[in-house]
C-alpha cells in the first residue's frame, strides 16, 4: 500500500488554505485557521479519524466566516479523494451512531464516486460563539462533492447547538476511518462495476 496522503493548494481572491492530509496518522493536527471553531472541528476530526492533518487556512473573515469554511470543505475533500488513490483494499462504506451528552447523531459514508450529501438535521441556534451554523451544511455538501463520496448526517435528538455539531464531526471521521480501512481479504476495489 503506497502512502495515502496529499497536500494541496487553494488560492481565490477571498481565501488562502495550504492543507496536507494523511489517511494512515496519528491523530495529530497543525492547524493556523481565522475560523475557531472550525479549527476546533477539524481538530477532533483527526483525533477521531487517526488522521494527520495540517491547515494553514486565510480569508475574507472580516465579512464572515462562509468563504473560509466552504474553501476548507472544498480541499479538505479534493484531498481525501486523492490520498485514496485507485482505493485498492478499502473496505468502502464507514458508519457511526456517536452519542454526546443529550445528543445523538449518525454519520454513514459510501467511497462511491458518487457524490451526494444527505442532511437530516436540523440546527437548534443560528450561532454557535461568533460561528454562523449554517456554514456547517455548507463544509459537509462542499466536502462530499469534491471526496466524491456518498455521507449521510442524521440528528437523532439533541438541543445543545455545539453538541450536534461536534457530534457530526467525530461520526464523520470515525465513519470514515473504517470506510479508508484496507481489508486484506478485498481484491481490487469492493465493486461488481471493478472500479470506484
Known sequence: MSNRNATLTRKTRETDINLQFAIDG???SDLEVQVPFMAHM??????????????????DVEVDDHHL???IGIVLGQALREALGDKYGIKRYG???LPMDETLVTVAVDLSDRPH???????????VG?????NVHEFFWKLAVEARMN???????????????????KALARALDEATTVDPRIKGVPSTKGSL
Open 95 to 97: 458508519s457511526m451512531t
Open 26 to 28: 496519528e491523530g495529530k
Open 117 to 127: 450529501l444527505e442532511w437530516r438535521a436540523e440546527l437548534p441556534k443560528d450561532r
Open 130 to 134: 461568533t460561528f454562523d451554523t449554517e
Open 69 to 71: 469554511t466552504e474553501d
Open 151 to 169: 455521507l449521510h448526517i442524521v440528528l437523532h435528538h439533541g438541543h445543545n447547538t455545539h453538541h450536534i455539531i461536534e457530534a457530526m464531526f
Open 42 to 59: 477539524l481538530e477532533l476530526f483527526t483525533k477521531h479519524g487517526m488522521f494527520d492533518l495540517s491547515v494553514i487556512g486565510k480569508g
